[in-house]
């Protein structure tokens, strides 16, 4: 099976090094199509080219947000999904969809893994919340319930890079709402999940194999323009 792997991304001093460090992950993964959906009314030449350059198929899509969240407590990442899963929908009829933000860090044995997903697999993800892990719960084989520091009444208390869907599984009713928080549980509701159906991975939920990393939001350096360090200015002018 193919793997569709989502990623939504816009244009930040951090993108193209989030970037190049997932895409040098993915150019070691066979059988995988990346689709980038961009934060951006046009699709950016920055990713343009890192994307050209990894040799991997890919779809690069223009996603632009509503401009109703262009706030700062916005639901992120959302319109981009939403694209994605439409080209899904009228492209492709098999396969393995999985959520895959820029700046994540994934293990290759999760590709493995997330290949044999027939409905709906989940694993744990690293680095999430106050515990420090979200995972589902495993007994028997079965998931039975989820641990993750913010429950927030969801039926599935997952992270958008805790679960992979088989793109048969996915119904014309799939869809993501732009509320912050609920994006997974809903999703993976409107796809008509039942907990029995849930494929538990990464050795029954007790490996790790995707962290949900952050890097540090890099500090414009207030520039002092009577020393002349040109070629530091052109560096951040694009900022
Ligand atoms: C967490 C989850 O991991 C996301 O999957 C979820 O969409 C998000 O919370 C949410 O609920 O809003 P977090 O690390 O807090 O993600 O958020 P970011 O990594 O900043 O954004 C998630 C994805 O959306 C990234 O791939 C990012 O590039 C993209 N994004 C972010 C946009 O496309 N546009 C934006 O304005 C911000
Ligand atoms: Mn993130």
Known sequence: KIIYFVTPTYPRPEQVPELTRLAHTLMHVPRLHW??????PICSEEVSNILRRTGLP????SSPKPFIYKGTNFPRGVANRRAA???LQENVNDGVLYFGDDDNTVDLQLFDEIRLTKKVSMFPVGLIGDYGVSSPVVKEGKVVGFFDSWPGSRLFAVDMAGFAVNIEFLK?????????GHEEDRFLVSLGLKMEDIEPLAANCSKILVWHTKTVKYKKPTLRLDIKKIDSVAAYKNF
């Open 172 to 180: 014309p009713s799939a869809n993501m709402p732009y509320i912050a």
């Open 85 to 87: 899963l439409t080209w």
């Open 58 to 61: 890919y779809t690069h899509i």
């Open 35 to 40: 689709i980038v959906a961009d934060d951006q």
